[in-house]
């Protein structure tokens, strides 16, 4: 790319981010409307390119892992510094004495206690006893993964709806508490979170840098046991 093309690329994006409105509390309630929308096209011009999403902070294995076959495949490691005993490709069997199923590892306990797992390794079929302990973590996505998640959510729903409890911001923080809903099949079960959220701006206040989470999601996820 010539010099010129650069300078000109570069004049459009400092002339384009100058015509940003500040974001107000207004457009914070349509940002959040279209995230669960799946739109990303609103979303994406909202965040900034260094935008992080900060989960909630939880107690468990610091795992991703789906249902593969008859036992759970290990698809990612949180925090590899504080899990040390699990691998992205284990094969999860027993989980605390139980075979698993379907319908999820169901992790209770304090930090530290420990947890049994039977599992085999990638391309071994030896079973292996596990002793590993729970421990805290926080999960941050950045802004290609969480364009990526708002799609996948917005596919796994028939139905919602978002009610805005309470809405307030103070220089380039704004907090917001609100409350969804929402179905997987038409006339199914309704399931329910409340959440709070702080989104913080850029200088400008026309680009959204972080979100920080307060919600737990344990208080969703137990609603499909």
């Known amino acids: 790319m010539s010099l010129l093309n650069k300078t000109i690329i570069s004049l459009f994006s400092i002339s384009f981010l100058m015509a940003l409105a500040p974001i107000k509390d207004e457009r914070m309630m349509e940002f959040i409307s279209a995230r669960y929308e799946g739109d990303t096209l609103i979303v994406a011009s909202m ?3 260094s935008f992080i999403y900060e989960h909630t902070p939880y107690v468990g294995l610091g795992i991703e892992s789906h249902y593969v076959d008859g036992s759970y495949m290990v698809t990612s490691i949180l925090n590899d510094s ?3 005993d699990l691998n992205i490709g284990d094969r999860i069997h027993e989980f605390n004495g139980s075979i698993v199923d379907s319908l999820g590892l169901e992790i209770n306990g304090a930090v530290g206690e420990i947890q049994k797992i039977i599992l085999t390794k990638p391309g071994d079929s030896t079973f292996s006893l596990i002793e590993t302990p729970l421990a805290i973590y926080q999960y941050e996505q950045r802004k290609e993964s969480f364009l990526e998640s708002i799609i ?8 919602y ?3 805005f409890e309470n809405i307030f911001s103070r220089k380039n923080r704004t907090v917001v508490h609100y409350k969804w809903e929402g179905s997987k099949a038409e006339s199914g079960p309704i399931y329910h979170f409340s959440a709070i959220e702080i989104i913080e701006l850029n200088k400008k206040r026309n680009q959204i840098e972080r979100i920080v989470s307060l919600w ?10």
């Open 47 to 49: 965040l900034s390119d």
């Open 82 to 84: 504080l899990q040390t």
């Open 152 to 159: 996948a959510y917005s596919k796994a729903w028939f139905d």
């Open 161 to 163: 709806d978002i009610s």
């Open 216 to 225: 737990s999601e344990k208080q969703f996820r137990d609603q499909f046991k």
